[in-house]
């Protein structure tokens, strides 16, 4: 074990403090959180930290337990213990680069919302601004709301106007929920290949995620009701639509089976829909399954542009004011100049247009990666029609997702390994592209060639 590692883990160390497992388990995860300890690095052996601290093997081991527990540490026998969760958001998906084709950002495309949007800021620019540039009262302007609660009703989200809150963005929106339905110490299951975003506001609100299988039709229903069975799970964070990572597309018999268990063992489900505009017609919202059991998440991120920051939830009356109090906590209040320049963009018809053409590039990239890829295997690749902004490739026998990460890196490509979707343990090699980060096809088509080429070991 090295010094540097051993100061890391026992930075603030106080062996006077008791018990003294959880001292140990407190410094551990406080390095782990801030990243000074990584994404699976090994820990000491019981035997080895406890030589050091001067305690005995069975405290380290129970130290090490409490964060397993918290699925941030994972052993096996014979190996050891490594580092499960990672925190760093931005070393698995970057922002806008200028000097690489970025395949890690998943976003729509702004093409086709140039023009409108030119169109509303003028409109904006004649408008009594001052109406718009206060703080507004509590549960926001009532005209945006009337059409933000229209808008979601043409997304098959049939609900009343109060249980409509405003957050600054998806993200906002899945801390606001979080901090809502449940409490420090929960436990929340998600989905075991899941949006990293979602174990950061879980890991960083004291929440403990629990893995639930996916399959071929996204999460598995019997594989929550074991995990509930065996330690009482308070929430569940559910992708069902176009899931991040993987693009799956729960159909609705799996949606129905899924609402069948939730109802059953009581869980509250944060339905994140924020892709459900990709999926095809006859897919309904988890919510429509589960309306008393559901909290609705969307937001215009996706299907316009995330320069809107406009999230939205859709929570039960009788505890609106709670999600008032987490918005005026948190950001106090999104902005009501985006508010009303993203309504003045639905009122017009801009939006439906919008996510219309987002969805037939989706579909026609699909069908170009599925041309391009057809030597290697990723999910959804045998379906005739298919939507996702991303796919999830599995690397071919002998690559690791780190190597092909940092080969691509040198063709000055970026893409998602697996190991920032997963927490449970090792998951077979694969990486997460965004075939929505070129302007054109053709940029996307050289990038899956190279891609292919490099994984074939053509070049």
């Known amino acids: 074990m090295s010094a540097e590692l051993l100061d890391t883990i026992l930075l603030g160390f106080n062996p006077k403090s008791r018990p003294l497992y959880l001292e140990i388990a407190r410094c551990i995860e406080n390095a ?267 937001s215009l991120s996706k299907c316009v542009s995330p320069s809107l920051r406009l999230g939205l939830l859709v929570v039960p009356k009788s505890s609106r004011d709670d999600y008032i109090n987490l918005v005026r906590t948190t950001v106090w209040l999104p902005s009501p100049l985006l508010m009303q320049l993203a309504c003045q963009l639905i009122s017009s018809g801009a939006v439906a247009q919008i996510t219309q053409w987002q969805k037939r590039q989706a579909l026609a990239r699909q069908n170009l990666a599925k041309t391009m890829l057809n030597e290697l295997e990723f999910v959804n690749q045998h379906l005739a029609e298919h939507s996702a902004y991303h796919l999830w490739l599995y690397l071919p026998q002998g690559w690791t997702s780190q190597a092909f990460v940092e080969v691509m890196l040198g063709h000055h490509i970026h893409v998602s390994s697996e190991q920032h979707f997963s927490f449970e343990g090792k998951q077979r090699p694969a990486v997460r592209i965004s075939l929505m980060a070129t302007q054109n096809l053709s940029e996307l088509k050289h990038a899956l060639g190279l891609i292919r080429d490099v994984l074939l070991r053509r070049i």
């Not at 597309?249 to 799996?254: D, F, G, K, T």
């Open 32 to 298: 782990i959180l801030k990243g000074q300890i990584a994404y699976q690095d090994k820990l000491p052996s019981h035997r080895t930290l406890a030589s050091e601290i001067g305690s005995s093997a069975v405290t380290v081991r129970q130290a090490y337990q409490e964060l397993e527990n918290k699925a941030l540490l994972s052993s096996g026998v014979g190996k050891g213990t490594f580092v499960s969760f990672n925190v760093n958001l931005s070393a698995g998906i970057k922002g806008r680069t200028q000097n690489e084709l970025n395949l890690s950002l998943v976003a729509p495309l702004n093409g086709p919302l140039l023009k409108p949007l030119s169109v509303q800021l003028s409109a904006l620019s004649h408008a009594d601004l001052s109406a718009y540039c206060d703080y507004e009262a509590d549960a926001g302007n009532p005209e945006q709301l009337a059409i933000l609660h229209q808008w979601l009703q043409t997304q098959g989200i049939d609900c009343e106007q109060s249980q409509v809150i405003v957050c600054h963005g998806a993200q906002h929106a899945l801390l606001v929920a979080v901090l809502a339905c449940t409490q420090v110490g929960d436990r929340v299951a998600v989905e075991s290949l899941c949006y990293p975003g979602i174990l950061s506001v879980l890991r960083q609100t004291g929440r403990i995620p629990v893995p639930v299988a996916l399959d071929e039709q996204g999460l598995v229903p019997n594989s929550l009701e074991r995990q509930h069975e065996q330690q009482t799970i308070r929430a569940l964070m559910l992708v069902a639509s176009c899931q991040n990572p993987t693009g799956t597309v729960m159909p609705n018999q799996r949606r129905e089976q899924l609402a069948k268990v939730v109802k059953r063992c009581a869980i509250q489900v944060i339905d994140d829909d924020i892709y459900g505009f990709l999926a095809a017609e006859e897919i309904k919202p988890f919510y429509h399954f589960a309306p008393q059991q559901s909290i609705y998440l969307t």
